[in-house]
């Protein structure tokens, strides 16, 4: 464990264990509405100023304009106790903003991606992503009203998933069904970790 | 819960026109911070130093001291007072170098969490 520059006993508090995990998936696919159904804090917003990453040079001082494009990330935070707190990032669209796909799963415990069956497609990315990086995922079937119901191995199958990964329905508005996911892919990192094959691709 | 209580009630800002002072203003011109990593996810507290403003800090350097009062990761810093990370962190460098706050990283990138963090995590998950 990592405990940074900081002595947290000098604070004279308990400084818990911060759990890192990614909620992705296509858009529309319910990623902040999760979030925001699990979370304490209902979903919270950040935004990261894309220059200051994508061009990594000092040389920026005074040019953030107006215009500056930023890209917005939704999170939520859980905490369980004094030792552990958990955080829910909600991941940003798949095309672009790769690099911040790159900045939060560096360090992240694993990942749920969210699936609409109407839109199965729109998950592969994700998928891709995490198969790549090593990153520990589950996918969790979002089920929406008036769409077709799948079996849950035909899902697996039409992912082209490792059957290792489980694949599991939710219904991202509830508390409790996202509660159910996280601690299937708790589970899932215990036995699964990213390990050395997690590439590391913003060091 | 949807915010701490004691958001700053000196934050600069007219609701039309955004904030008055620009996030490059807060950091005149920095873009790194002068030091620390903070992660998303890293987790600042306020020590028991008191903060004045003639150590050359703004008042969002102090609103983030304030908020700090309970272990508060980056990001939720970020949300809370509407600034952009990169200005949170070059604040939170600098909060650093004075001794004003802990930083406590996460675990090192591809390390996992003890594993009794991670039973906790499910049983704490349970029981909420």
């Not at chain 1, 508390?175 to 699964?192: E, F, P, Y």
């Not at chain 2, 996030?23 to 600042?44: C, H, I, Q």
Request: charged fraction near 20%.
């Amino acid at each position: 464990m990592d405990y940074g520059h900081s002595d947290p006993r000098k604070s004279g508090q308990k400084v818990p264990t911060a759990i890192k995990i990614l909620i992705a998936g296509g858009l529309g696919a319910g990623k902040t509405t999760m979030v925001g159904a699990v979370s304490e804090t209902g979903p919270l917003r950040t935004e990261e100023v894309l220059t200051e990453q994508g061009i990594g040079i000092d040389d920026l001082s005074g040019v953030e304009a107006k215009t500056t494009p930023t890209v917005a990330m939704d999170f939520g935070r859980i905490s369980i106790n004094d030792d552990v707190v958990l955080y829910l990032f909600g991941t940003p669209g798949q095309d672009r903003f790769w690099f911040v796909w790159d900045e939060l799963a560096l360090g992240a415990l694993g990942a749920v991606v969210l699936a609409d069956t109407r839109r199965l497609a729109d998950c592969f990315p994700s998928v891709d992503y995490f198969e790549r990086r090593g990153t520990p995922f589950i996918v969790a079937v979002n089920v929406f009203e008036g769409a077709v119901q799948y079996d849950l191995a035909e899902l697996q199958l039409a992912l082209n998933l490792n059957p290792d990964v489980p694949v599991l329905l939710c219904d991202a508005r509830r508390r409790q069904s996202g509660k159910d996911v996280l601690i299937a892919l708790l589970r899932h990192a215990m036995s699964n970790p990213a390990g050395a094959i997690a590439g590391d691709a913003r060091p | 819960m949807s915010a701490p209580e004691e958001l700053p009630e000196d934050r600069w800002v007219d609701e039309h026109a955004g904030p008055v002072v620009r996030p490059y203003a807060m950091t005149r011109g920095r873009t790194r911070p002068v030091t620390g990593r903070f992660d998303l996810v890293s987790l600042v507290t306020a020590t028991h130093l008191l903060p004045t403003r003639d150590l050359g800090l703004g008042p969002e350097h102090l609103a983030i001291v304030r908020l700090c009062h309970r272990p508060l990761s980056v990001a939720e810093l970020a949300a809370y007072l509407d600034l952009p990370l990169g200005t949170i962190r070059v604040m939170l460098g600098d909060l650093l170098e004075r001794g004003l706050v802990l930083v406590r990283e996460p675990a090192a990138a591809g390390a996992l969490p003890h594993i009794s963090i991670i039973e906790a995590a499910i049983d704490g998950l349970r029981a909420l």
